[in-house]
């Protein structure tokens, strides 16, 4: 069982008292409170960049300065246009069975503390795996356990996968904004949107490294963290050790004319586009309903900081994905029109609520999963870059393994060592000793 602890409720008196010689140097020039603050610059504005700064920055109150760069803007890229499905016990018997469990139960926490709920659509599922067999002729399977808006004559005899007690889901573009406004409101760390280009090792100055941003500035730091997703690797300092790599994915986003008829039900499918036909396997994630107050978070707080309201009671449906390459710009991703066409198909043989001219259109995305050649996220430091973390390639389970991500990366940086889980089969040294470095 991790040991959450450190995060939970009385953390915040007890966390001066636990926390152990940071493993980060402190700056070492300057005078005042600031300067003598560890300095860390989280490279990357998706699910697992904002969890690290929220991390580090309650962690650390008092010593650490938290500064993250996004390029474009807050959770634009797969922390924005993914699922936000969570499972207690789906990685069990893998590598990720404490991370997730303990993010899971992260992601409660969390929603307790930041009311999310109402901020950004945390809530338990039933989760059910459905056959969809298009244009069988069959009928609706009458089956007790289909909702009543899951009409579609196609629609099977369904199997429950996950209960409420194992099964979530987030609003994962909200759920990473609230998360880093929470941090910028009441931790102190600053966002700015800028390109990083560079990340030079700069021991030799006394601290961690330089990081380098296209407009020709710097940010030195006493630690950096590359959260990066499948940009990460275009940094030679990563890219000599380890590969990641894109995988497009693409998903739809439709808001029924009745949304309250669409109860909490995830469904994993199972849909033949034809009978004998090789199946799919797509998901949908109704989204609760009603006005969420979303906060914009684009350029460095708190100018730029804004509410609106925000209207959910969609319904998400992803999946059709294949190799490709992402455009530098994360704003530059789009759909294929083929893939984006069969899952409108999709929505239909399963819903009358979500058939073409019923529904409204509210999205139609594509974004890439951060993948690691041996299918685990990579969560560590760099050898040979003293200070210098990683944390990426979490694949299809990003937004559910961000928050344990996060802690235990905080935890590594600021006393030398996770507790939250064990970071060992995520080390970036793996990759070294594979081609037989040790
Ligand atoms: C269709 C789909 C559905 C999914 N559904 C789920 C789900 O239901 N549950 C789940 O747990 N996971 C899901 N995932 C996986 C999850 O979305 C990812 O694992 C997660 O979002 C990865 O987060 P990240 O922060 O590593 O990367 P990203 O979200 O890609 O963030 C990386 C950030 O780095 C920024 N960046 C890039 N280059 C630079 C640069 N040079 N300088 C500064 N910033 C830069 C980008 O703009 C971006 O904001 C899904 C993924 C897809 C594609």
Redesign the pocket.
Known sequence: MPSLSWCCGPFRHSIAAMATKPSAAPSPSGAGDEARRIRVVV????????CTAYFLATKGAGRVSVTV??????????????????ALDWCDGTPLEDLARASFRLHRYLSDLLDGSQTYGYRSLTTLSLPVVAASGAGRSGSSALPAWIDGAAAARPRTIGTPETTA?VH?QLF?RTLLSAAVANHGVKVII????SVEIATKKGYAADVG??DGTVQPADAVVL??????S?LPLVSSIFNISG?????IVLRPPESAAITAHALFLSYQPAPGAKAMDP?V?PRPTGNLPVIFLKSPIPETLMMESFEIGEVYI??L?KEATPPDD?EEIAGESDSIAMLHKIAGAVSSHLKTGAAELVAEQ?????CTDDGQPVIGEIPGAKNCYV????????????PATGAALAELILDGRSTTVSLEPFSPARFLRRRGFS
């Open positions: 490279c990357g504005g998706g699910v697992i960049g904002a760069v996004e390029k474009s803007a807050i959770a634009c890229a797969a922390s924005g246009k993914a699922g936000g499905f969570l889901q994962p990473t800028g390109d990083v280009h941003l296209r959260a990066l997703g499948p940009w990460t275009r995988l497009k994915a693409h998903s998901e994630f992803c999946g994905s994360p594509a974004c890439f999963l951060p944390a990426a390639g979490h694949s299809c389970w990003g937004i559910l393994n961000g």
